[in-house]
Nanobody, 115 residues
Framework: QVQLVESGGGLVQAGGSLRLSCTASGIIFSLNTMAWFRQAPGKQRDLVAI???????SYADSVKGRFTISRDNAKNTGYLQMNSLKPEDTAVYFCNTQNSFESYWGQGTQVTVSS
């Protein structure tokens, strides 16, 4: 059974930082792409950042220079370091891992940035 467990969300003031973690079990994490998405109330779920099994990284324009995605395959864990947070970053953040055949989602963690 595949599980993705996220942690690290919370309430932070604008300009602050948070680090999200996503720990996977039941899959060979090192062979999968890992990504972070976010969904604000009433809006669609959008891609924030992605890191492939080969280490290629891409970011949404809205977070470039502020967020950093990384992974530790030995710990089956992915991370999203979020700096210089803005109120518009407020959303539920979801981790996702996928390969050519399967895609799995975490339960989501709330990030709230106050102005």
């Amino acid at each position: 059974q595949v599980q993705l467990v996220e942690s690290g969300g919370g309430l932070v003031q604008a300009g602050g930082s948070l680090r999200l973690s996503c720990t996977a079990s039941g899959i060979i994490f090192s062979l999968n792409t890992m990504a972070w998405f976010r969904q604000a109330p009433g809006k669609q779920r959008d891609l924030v950042a992605i890191i492939t099994d080969g280490g290629m990284i891409s970011y949404a324009d809205s977070v470039k220079g502020r967020f950093t995605i990384s992974r530790d395959n030995a710990k089956n864990t992915g991370y999203l370091q979020m700096n210089s947070l803005k109120p518009e970053d407020t959303a539920v953040y979801f981790c996702n891992t996928q390969n050519s055949f399967e895609s799995y989602w975490g339960q989501g963690t709330q990030v709230t940035v106050s102005s």
